[in-house]
């Protein structure tokens, strides 16, 4: 599965972003897609995901009300927006595809990883 990330910058304390996942060769809609980061000397933390069973999303606490996950079936994307972004959020973030249909939003429930896009929040 063949699938880029893109969408990532700096950007000031309360500012937004959108991060897209773009696959090809395949449809992404037939897989959960989870959006993941990792910070300096931390483990991949699972930051959103959505089900391609019933597209039910996943969010963790700390970013809860702040950012969206969704598909866009007929470009075969699926994004992260978001918003009111804080310096805590700054990480290297990335897609990840995974086979199983029912995988919950954990690291090594995914199969198949991105190279990862850069967010830094800084003033």
């Known amino acids: 599965l063949q699938f880029a990330e893109s969408g990532g910058g700096s950007v000031q304390p309360g500012g937004s972003l959108r991060l897209s996942c773009a696959g090809s060769g395949f449809r992404m809609d037939y897989y959960p897609v989870g959006w993941f980061r990792q910070a300096p000397g931390k483990e991949h933390e699972g930051v959103s995901c959505v089900s391609s069973l019933d597209n039910s999303t996943y969010y963790a606490d700390s970013v809860k009300g702040r950012f969206t996950i969704s598909r866009n079936n007929a470009k075969n994307i699926v994004y992260l927006q978001m918003n009111s972004l804080k310096p805590e959020d700054t990480a290297v973030y990335f897609c990840?595809?995974?086979?199983?249909?029912?995988?919950?939003?954990?690291?090594?429930?995914?199969?198949?990883w991105g190279q990862g896009t850069q967010v830094t929040v800084s003033s």
């Open positions: 990840a595809v995974a086979e199983h249909p029912a995988a919950e939003c954990f690291p090594n429930e995914y199969d198949y």
